[in-house]
């Protein structure tokens, strides 16, 4: 247990900084002092920004993000395609699927993927408002957008399942060589997935 | 400019978390979703130890530490040593010190070092409040524990000079091998440094 280096509320302070992810024990102290000597340009700020999201932030209760707002500013966004519902696990994929860009659809996050040996199971995950919301009649397909992981596929199984009945088209996303990535450092599944999946150039 | 994942109360969270050092646009991004997942663990007693911090740190008028207390906690603890002053150019140094567990003594902050190209001479230094000190008599001992760096060797040049006849023992850091160090790593420099500075085994 090394000395305080400072009085007990600037040690709290470096305590709750190196819980923050992305910051160790060590960049916990440079974040404080900084925070400090920064107080009135970015410390006042950011609890400012802590008072807004506290206790305002909830879990969408159409589509299970998180936002100050309920329905969610994605939920509320009429410039996005209703037709196309993008499923995903966690809230953090919803956030990298937006950072690509590459879409304008509504969102489903069901909160986790099956996983039988930490005790989650459907009811764990967001799946009745999923079903309810295809069956509203609106959505014409549904991207799972879930990680390629054996949980992620035992999902995307499980959800294919539970959609069957709906009506709607059901993909998922293309396997494939990354973008930026060289070949001798894919693995064999991954190159046998970009093999079956050419497309002509 | 990438669209923004959430509300504007989310994506201004995420924007400030990324100027604090440590953290980068993609992780602030992770330390946001997690704060906003933890917001009753972490998020709200970090709100907490911020305004317990915001308003009232300043700098200590003995030291010129940062606390919340002036004079702060390292000039009223009463179990350190008054005879071992010790000169540092930062906070950030003080901190460091402490964490080597090495002293009990106590600090003089000078709040940088002299650089003339950045505009920083004698005046901007915490100066006239260190000689103040230094001549209230209690100090037998100025160990100047400044960057072996040119600036930090040169303000540690003129601190000697300027306590030149204030009759106290003037010391400073040693220089060597860093503990953990392999010597094929070290500069020529150091290396000299330790051979002159040898001790026997």
Redesign the interface.
């Known amino acids: 247990m090394?000395?305080?280096?400072?009085?007990p509320?600037?040690e709290?302070?470096i305590q709750?900084?190196a819980?923050?992810?992305?910051?160790g024990p060590r960049?916990?102290?440079?974040?404080a002092?900084?925070?400090?000597?920064k107080?009135e340009q970015?410390?006042?700020?950011?609890?400012g920004?802590?008072?807004?999201?506290?206790g305002?932030?909830s879990t969408c209760r159409v589509c299970g993000?998180?936002?100050?707002?309920d329905p969610?500013?994605?939920c509320i966004d009429e410039t996005r395609d209703e037709t196309l519902l993008v499923v995903v696990a966690d809230?953090?994929d919803?956030?990298a699927l937006?950072?690509a860009?590459a879409l304008n659809a509504k969102y489903h996050v069901l909160g986790g993927t099956l996983s039988p040996l930490d005790g989650i199971g459907p009811d764990e995950l967001n799946l009745k408002t999923l079903v309810a919301r295809v069956h509203g009649g609106t959505v014409k397909e549904v991207l799972l957008a879930l990680g390629a992981t054996v949980d992620g596929q035992t999902t995307a199984h499980y959800v294919t399942e539970l959609l069957r009945d709906c009506g709607v088209k059901v993909t998922r996303l293309a396997h494939g060589v990354p973008v930026g990535g060289e070949l001798d450092y894919l693995d064999e599944g991954t190159l046998a997935a970009a093999i079956r999946a050419r497309t002509s150039f």
Chains 1, 2 share one sequence.
């Open positions: 090394p000395r305080s280096v400072a009085g509320e600037i709290r302070l709750l900084l819980r923050v992810p992305g910051l960049s916990a102290r440079r974040a002092l900084h925070l400090i000597k107080r970015l410390m006042a700020p950011l609890a920004a802590f008072g807004e999201v506290l305002k932030v993000n998180l936002d100050v707002r969610c500013s994605v809230v953090s919803l956030w937006e950072r860009g």
